[in-house]
């Protein structure tokens, strides 16, 4: 059970759930602006878009989530109900299957309105990792570090603070995909349609795989590597061979376009 941040009369608040919530109105509203304003979506399509995402992220995330603590859930399976809790990937994965079949129906371009949503992804997943910061979740190993926090629930033991890893990461990624799409739109670098979704899927793979060597409760899958490290690296992996290749061939073919004998 998290613990409760504050109560309202009988209404109990908690951080985890009161940071989710944050995160997905402030990303209602941020992609509702600029889908709009980009011409790519109304804000109308944006919140039907929102609702279908929504509720299919948090399915999957618990789906996942049970995967991995299978063993813990199948000793007390009503613990599939109680609290919020879910994998972020699993919601990733829900959310992207919703969206792509929205959008699809909606005739919204899928991969133009996939950028504009990359570009808070990590701004919202930083308000979700200070939710687990407070509620003392996704906690790291012991450590005697100078920075070592006592962050899980319950628990005094110093720790990694994994959480704010992961808030650190988030800001630095929000960074680079901010720049470069600003960058894209004055026509100082290439891309295409996707691009920045996939710059987004590729670095925070990448970076959860090297977060995950300081979080705890963890099951091992190839050796020293954890079962979302594995995840993680051959996903990151594939986007970002896949964006350097797409990347090649718009440019040979923006040469081929110019050149003489194509003109």
Known sequence: ?????????????????????????GGLWWVGSLAR?????TFEQITDFALYVIISGLI???????LYEFETYRHNPAAIFSGFTGSFFGAVIGGVLA??????????????????IALYIPLGHSLGRIGCLLSGCCYGVASNRPWA??????????????QIYEILVNLLIF??????????????????????FGLYVGLYCLARTVVEFFRDSQILAFGWLRTTQVFS??????????????????????????????S
């Open 37 to 41: 304003q980009r011409g790519i979506a």
């Open 99 to 116: 969206g792509v079949w929205y959008t699809k129906r909606a005739q919204i371009a899928t991969w133009r309105l996939a950028d504009v």
């Open 1 to 25: 059970m998290y613990p409760v941040l504050f109560s309202l009369g009988w209404i109990n608040i908690y951080a985890y759930g009161l940071m989710v919530a944050l995160a997905l109105v």
């Open 60 to 66: 999957f995330a618990k789906l996942v989530n049970v």
């Open 149 to 162: 926090l006592p962050c899980a629930a319950g628990d005094p033991t110093l720790r990694h603070p994994t």
């Open 175 to 196: 960074a680079v995909l901010l720049v470069y799409d600003r960058r894209v739109r004055q026509g100082k670098r290439r891309s295409f349609d996707g691009f920045i």
């Open 233 to 262: 690296l051959g996903i990151g992996l594939v986007v970002l061979v896949y964006i350097l290749v797409r990347l090649k061939k718009e440019t040979r073919d923006e040469h081929g376009a110019s050149s003489p004998l194509h």
